[in-house]
C-alpha cells in the first residue's frame, strides 16, 4: 500500500510572508510612487517557494517515499486550477477587447504561458518598439515560467544528488553559487547591460539562486539547524524585514535587477523565515489571521490583479485613476477569494485522482492551442469586420514595419544598442549637406527631409542610433552605454563631413533617459558648445519633442472607432502626455545658440494636438504613443521648410 509523502509542519507566518510579497507586488503595479521597489515582491515567493519544496522533497528523499509522479501531480493540482480559469478568463476578455495585432500578440503570450516559457518569450520580444508593458495582461506570468522550468530539473537534480553519499547540500551550493554568478554576469557584462537588461531579469538560470536560497535553508533545517537563541531569532527577524522595507522603498525600476541587489530581499525572506514561528515579528505580524488570510489567497490574487489593471490600462488608453486602481485591487482580491474557495480548496483536497489530472493537462493544452491558434489567425480579424479598413490601417505592427523601412532601420538608424557603424550609404557628399543626428525621434524627420531634398537638392547624411540623444557623457543611460562612444565618433567625423547645417532630435524627456529636465538642459548646452567648436561654420539646428501620447495612437483612434463608430477629432487633448510641455523652455534657453523648432508649435493648438492629416486613416500621425509616421513627417518638415532651406542656404 502506497504510503502519503511527508510535508513540514504548517507555519502560518510563512503565509504572513507570502501577504508580504504579494502587498509589494500590489503596491508596485498599481500605486508605483508608494512602493517603488515593489517587484521585489517576485524574489520573496521565489525563497519562501523554494523553501518549501525542498523541504517537502528532502524529506521524502531521507523518509525514502520520493515519488516523481506525486511531486508532479501535485505541481499540476496546486498551480493548474486557478492558471486556467485565469487564462481562460482573460482569453474571453481579450476575444472581446483586444484589436487584432493585440490579440496576435496576447496569443503568443497565451501559448507561452500555457507551456510555463513566458519569462523566455518576453526576452525574445522586448525591443525598442515593443509596446508599453502595462498593455500585456499575462505579462506577470513570466515569474511563474522561472519557477516551473526550475522544477522541472530540481527533483531530479535533488535525488541523484541524495543517491550519491547523500551530497544534496553540496550540489545546492554549487548550483546556488553558479546561478548567482550568472545572475551578476547579466547586469555587469556590456553584452546583456546593451540589450536593456532582459536577460538578467528574464533568464531562469539568473534566477535559480533565489529559489536555491530557501532550499538550502530547508536542507540546513533537515540537518538540525535552527536559531534556539531568542536574541539571534528576533535579530534574524528584524534584519530580514529590514532587508525587505530598504528593498521596497529604495529600489526602482531603472535600477539592473536581479543582479546583487536581489540580495537584499532573498537575504530578508530567508532571514524571517530561519528567524522561525516564534520569532516576535513572526509570530505577532506576520502569523496575525489578516495576513494569513492574504497569504493564502497570494496565488490567486498574483493571477488575478496584473489582467485586472492591464484590460483597464488598454481599455482607458491610460493608466486607470487612482479610485479605478483601488476598485481593481478590491476586485482582484474579491476575485482570488473565490478562486481559493471554489477552485482551488475543492481542487486540492483528496487524492491524485489520475483523471483529475489529465483533466487539468488536457485544459492547459486547450489553452496553448488555442493561443497558437490566435497567432497563426493573425488575431482573427473577422471579429471587426464591421470596422473594413480600419483593420488593417491601425495595426501598430504593420505601422512600425513601414516606419522602420521609410526610415532605413539597419543601415542610417542603428536601433540595436550594440549597433556602431552606419552604411557608407548613409554619408552623403552633396552639398549643402544636412547632418540628421540623434535617437529614433531624429529618424523619424527623415522622410520629411527627403521629401524636401527631393524638390531642393541638398545632401543628407543620418546618423541615428535609437535610444541614444545627441549629447555626451551620457552616465545615466545605463542600457545605452554604447550612446557616448557614437556621438564621440561622429563628432570626431564632424571635419571631415563639413556639414552645412546639423539637425539634433531627440526624445529629450522619454522615460529611458532618467535625468531631470535641467540636467537634460545642461547637457544640450554643454553638447552644443562641443559640436559648434568642432564643426564651427555649420548652423545648428534643434527639434524639441514632438507631444507624447499615453497610450499608441492607433490604439487610442481603435477604441474611439469601436466605442463611436467615428474618428476622433483631428486635434485631440485627451491622453496627451503633460511631462512634454515643462521641458520645452528649458531647452529653449539652453539652445538659445541655435535655431530651435518646436514641433509642438506646429502640431498643437488650442484643440490639442494633431492626430491625423485629413479625414482618413492613410494618414495617422503617429505609428505608436511617441513616433511620428512617415506622413506626419513630411508635414511637419514641410511646416519648417522655410527655416531649415534658409539655414542650408536654399531659400
Same mark, same amino acid.
Given at each position: 500500500?502506497?504510503?502519503?509523502?511527508?510535508?513540514?509542519?504548517?507555519?502560518?507566518?510563512?503565509?504572513?510572508?507570502?501577504?508580504?510579497?504579494?502587498?509589494?507586488?500590489?503596491?508596485?503595479?498599481?500605486?508605483?510612487?508608494?512602493?517603488?521597489?515593489?517587484?521585489?515582491?517576485?524574489?520573496?515567493?521565489?525563497?519562501?517557494?523554494?523553501?518549501?519544496?525542498?523541504?517537502?522533497?528532502?524529506?521524502?528523499?531521507?523518509?525514502?517515499?520520493?515519488?516523481?509522479?506525486?511531486?508532479?501531480?501535485?505541481?499540476?493540482?496546486?498551480?493548474?486550477?486557478?492558471?486556467?480559469?485565469?487564462?481562460?478568463? #482573460?482569453?474571453?476578455?481579450?476575444?472581446?477587447?483586444?484589436?487584432?495585432?493585440?490579440?496576435?500578440?496576447?496569443?503568443?503570450?497565451?501559448?507561452?504561458?500555457?507551456?510555463?516559457?513566458?519569462?523566455?518569450?518576453?526576452?525574445?520580444?522586448?525591443?525598442?518598439?515593443?509596446?508599453?508593458?502595462?498593455?500585456?495582461?499575462?505579462?506577470?506570468?513570466?515569474?511563474?515560467?522561472?519557477?516551473?522550468?526550475?522544477?522541472?530539473?530540481?527533483?531530479?537534480?535533488?535525488?541523484?544528488?541524495?543517491?550519491?553519499?547523500?551530497?544534496?547540500?553540496?550540489?545546492?551550493?554549487?548550483?546556488?553559487?553558479?546561478?548567482?554568478?550568472?545572475?551578476?554576469?547579466?547586469?555587469?557584462?556590456?553584452?546583456?547591460?546593451?540589450?536593456?537588461?532582459?536577460?538578467?531579469?528574464?533568464?531562469?538560470?539568473?534566477?535559480?539562486?533565489?529559489?536555491?536560497?530557501?532550499?538550502?535553508?530547508?536542507?540546513?533545517?533537515?540537518?538540525?539547524?535552527?536559531?534556539?537563541?531568542?536574541?539571534?531569532?528576533?535579530?534574524?527577524?528584524?534584519?530580514?524585514?529590514?532587508?525587505?522595507?530598504?528593498?521596497?522603498?529604495?529600489?526602482?525600476?531603472?535600477?539592473?535587477?536581479?543582479?546583487?541587489?536581489?540580495?537584499?530581499?532573498?537575504?530578508?525572506?530567508?532571514?524571517?523565515?530561519?528567524?522561525?514561528?516564534?520569532?516576535?515579528?513572526?509570530?505577532?505580524?506576520?502569523?496575525?489571521?489578516?495576513?494569513?488570510?492574504?497569504?493564502?489567497?497570494?496565488?490567486?490574487?498574483?493571477?488575478?490583479?496584473?489582467?485586472?489593471?492591464?484590460?483597464?490600462?488598454?481599455?482607458?488608453?491610460?493608466?486607470?485613476?487612482?479610485?479605478?486602481?483601488?476598485?481593481?485591487?478590491?476586485?482582484?482580491?474579491?476575485?482570488?477569494?473565490?478562486?481559493?474557495?471554489?477552485?482551488?480548496?475543492?481542487?486540492?483536497?483528496?487524492?491524485?485522482?489520475?483523471?483529475?489530472?489529465?483533466?487539468?493537462?488536457?485544459?492547459?493544452?486547450?489553452?496553448?492551442?488555442?493561443?497558437?491558434?490566435?497567432?497563426?489567425?493573425?488575431?482573427?480579424?473577422?471579429?471587426?469586420?464591421?470596422?473594413?479598413?480600419?483593420?488593417?490601417?491601425?495595426?501598430?505592427?504593420?505601422?512600425?514595419?513601414?516606419?522602420?523601412?521609410?526610415?532605413?532601420?539597419?543601415?542610417?538608424?542603428?536601433?540595436?544598442?550594440?549597433?556602431?557603424?552606419?552604411?557608407?550609404?548613409?554619408?552623403?557628399?552633396?552639398?549643402?549637406?544636412?547632418?540628421?543626428?540623434?535617437? #529614433?525621434?531624429?529618424?523619424?524627420?527623415?522622410?520629411?527631409?527627403?521629401?524636401?531634398?527631393?524638390?531642393?537638392?541638398?545632401?543628407?547624411?543620418?546618423?541615428?542610433?535609437?535610444?541614444?540623444?545627441?549629447?555626451?557623457?551620457?552616465?545615466?543611460?545605463?542600457?545605452?552605454?554604447?550612446?557616448?562612444?557614437?556621438?564621440?565618433?561622429?563628432?570626431?567625423?564632424?571635419?571631415?563631413?563639413?556639414?552645412?547645417?546639423?539637425?539634433?532630435?531627440?526624445?529629450?524627456?522619454?522615460?529611458?533617459?532618467?535625468?531631470?529636465?535641467?540636467?537634460?538642459?545642461?547637457?544640450?548646452?554643454?553638447?552644443?558648445?562641443?559640436?559648434?567648436?568642432?564643426?564651427?561654420?555649420?548652423?545648428?539646428?534643434?527639434?524639441?519633442?514632438?507631444?507624447?501620447?499615453?497610450?499608441?495612437?492607433?490604439?487610442?483612434?481603435?477604441?474611439?472607432?469601436?466605442?463611436?463608430?467615428?474618428?476622433?477629432?483631428?486635434?485631440?487633448?485627451?491622453?496627451?502626455?503633460?511631462?512634454?510641455?515643462?521641458?520645452?523652455?528649458?531647452?529653449?534657453?539652453?539652445?538659445?545658440?541655435?535655431?530651435?523648432?518646436?514641433?509642438?508649435?506646429?502640431?498643437?493648438?488650442?484643440?490639442?494636438?494633431?492626430?491625423?492629416?485629413?479625414?482618413?486613416?492613410?494618414?495617422?500621425?503617429?505609428?505608436?504613443?511617441?513616433?511620428?509616421?512617415?506622413?506626419?513627417?513630411?508635414?511637419?518638415?514641410?511646416?519648417?521648410?522655410?527655416?531649415?532651406?534658409?539655414?542650408?542656404?536654399?531659400?
Amino acid at each position: 500500500m502506497k504510503t502519503e509523502p511527508l510535508h513540514p509542519a504548517y507555519r502560518p507566518d510563512i503565509d504572513g510572508l507570502r501577504a508580504v510579497a504579494i502587498l509589494c507586488v500590489l503596491g508596485f503595479h498599481a500605486f508605483p510612487a508608494w512602493a517603488p521597489g515593489g517587484f521585489v515582491g517576485v524574489d520573496i515567493f521565489f525563497v519562501i517557494s523554494g523553501y518549501l519544496i525542498s523541504s517537502i522533497l528532502l524529506a521524502n528523499l531521507q523518509a525514502e517515499k520520493f515519488s516523481l509522479w506525486d511531486f508532479y501531480a501535485r505541481r499540476v493540482r496546486r498551480i493548474f486550477p486557478a492558471l486556467i480559469l485565469v487564462l481562460a478568463a #482573460s482569453l474571453a476578455c481579450g476575444y472581446l477587447v483586444l484589436w487584432p495585432d493585440q490579440f496576435r500578440a496576447f496569443g503568443r503570450h497565451l501559448a507561452a504561458s500555457a507551456g510555463f516559457v513566458a519569462n523566455l518569450a518576453f526576452e525574445r520580444e522586448s525591443g525598442y518598439f515593443d509596446g508599453a508593458a502595462e498593455t500585456k495582461p499575462l505579462l506577470h506570468l513570466w515569474s511563474l515560467g522561472v519557477e516551473e522550468q526550475f522544477y522541472i530539473f530540481w527533483p531530479l537534480m535533488l535525488a541523484a544528488a541524495w543517491r550519491w553519499k547523500h551530497r544534496a547540500g553540496t550540489m545546492i551550493g554549487v548550483v546556488f553559487v553558479a546561478s548567482f554568478a550568472a545572475a551578476i554576469w547579466f547586469v555587469t557584462d556590456s553584452k546583456f547591460v546593451a540589450q536593456g537588461g532582459v536577460v538578467g531579469f528574464y533568464s531562469p538560470f539568473g534566477r535559480f539562486w533565489e529559489l536555491l536560497a530557501g532550499g538550502y535553508l530547508a536542507w540546513l533545517a533537515q540537518h538540525g539547524f535552527s536559531l534556539r537563541r531568542r536574541a539571534a531569532r528576533e535579530s534574524a527577524a528584524l534584519a530580514g524585514s529590514l532587508l525587505i522595507v530598504v528593498a521596497l522603498f529604495a529600489f526602482t525600476k531603472n535600477m539592473p535587477f536581479p543582479g546583487w541587489r536581489a540580495l537584499l530581499p532573498v537575504g530578508g525572506a530567508v532571514l524571517i523565515i530561519a528567524a522561525g514561528p516564534m520569532a516576535y515579528v513572526n509570530r505577532f505580524v506576520l502569523a496575525r489571521r489578516g495576513m494569513v488570510g492574504i497569504g493564502l489567497v497570494s496565488y490567486p490574487l498574483y493571477l488575478w490583479h496584473w489582467p485586472l489593471l492591464s484590460f483597464a490600462r488598454i481599455l482607458n488608453g491610460e493608466e486607470p485613476s487612482r479610485l479605478q486602481r483601488i476598485l481593481l485591487i478590491l476586485a482582484a482580491f474579491a476575485l482570488a477569494a473565490l478562486t481559493y474557495r471554489l477552485v482551488e480548496k475543492p481542487l486540492r483536497s483528496g487524492g491524485l485522482d489520475k483523471k483529475r489530472i489529465f483533466i487539468l493537462l488536457a485544459l492547459m493544452a486547450a489553452l496553448g492551442i488555442a493561443g497558437f491558434g490566435i497567432m497563426r489567425g493573425e488575431g482573427l480579424p473577422a471579429r471587426f469586420a464591421q470596422y473594413g479598413a480600419a483593420v488593417e490601417s491601425l495595426d501598430g505592427p504593420r505601422l512600425i514595419d513601414k516606419w522602420r523601412q521609410q526610415v532605413r532601420l539597419g543601415t542610417c538608424h542603428l536601433e540595436k544598442p550594440a549597433d556602431y557603424d552606419h552604411d557608407a550609404s548613409c554619408i552623403e557628399n552633396k552639398h549643402p549637406l544636412l547632418l540628421l543626428w540623434g535617437d #529614433s525621434h531624429a529618424a523619424a524627420l527623415y522622410p520629411g527631409l527627403k521629401a524636401l531634398q527631393e524638390t531642393h537638392g541638398f545632401g543628407i547624411t543620418q546618423l541615428t542610433q535609437g535610444g541614444c540623444p545627441p549629447l555626451f557623457d551620457l552616465q545615466n543611460l545605463v542600457f545605452r552605454q554604447n550612446c557616448n562612444d557614437i556621438n564621440d565618433r561622429i563628432l570626431g567625423d564632424l571635419a571631415t563631413m563639413k556639414p552645412e547645417v546639423i539637425l539634433l532630435s531627440a526624445a529629450w524627456a522619454h522615460p529611458d533617459y532618467p535625468m531631470p529636465p535641467q540636467e537634460i538642459a545642461d547637457d544640450l548646452g554643454l553638447a552644443l558648445k562641443k559640436i559648434r567648436a568642432a564643426a564651427p561654420q555649420a548652423k545648428i539646428i534643434v527639434v524639441g519633442s514632438e507631444p507624447r501620447w499615453l497610450s499608441p495612437l492607433p490604439a487610442i483612434y481603435r477604441r474611439a472607432i469601436v466605442a463611436a463608430h467615428a474618428l476622433p477629432p483631428e486635434y485631440s487633448s485627451k491622453h496627451l502626455d503633460p511631462q512634454i510641455a515643462p521641458l520645452d523652455d528649458l531647452l529653449r534657453s539652453a539652445a538659445a545658440s541655435a535655431l530651435y523648432l518646436d514641433p509642438r508649435d506646429k502640431m498643437c493648438n488650442a484643440g490639442g494636438c494633431l492626430t491625423r492629416i485629413g479625414d482618413t486613416l492613410d494618414a495617422i500621425t503617429y505609428v505608436d504613443d511617441e513616433h511620428i509616421t512617415p506622413a506626419a513627417s513630411v508635414w511637419l518638415m514641410n511646416q519648417f521648410a522655410p527655416q531649415i532651406l534658409a539655414a542650408l542656404g536654399l531659400n
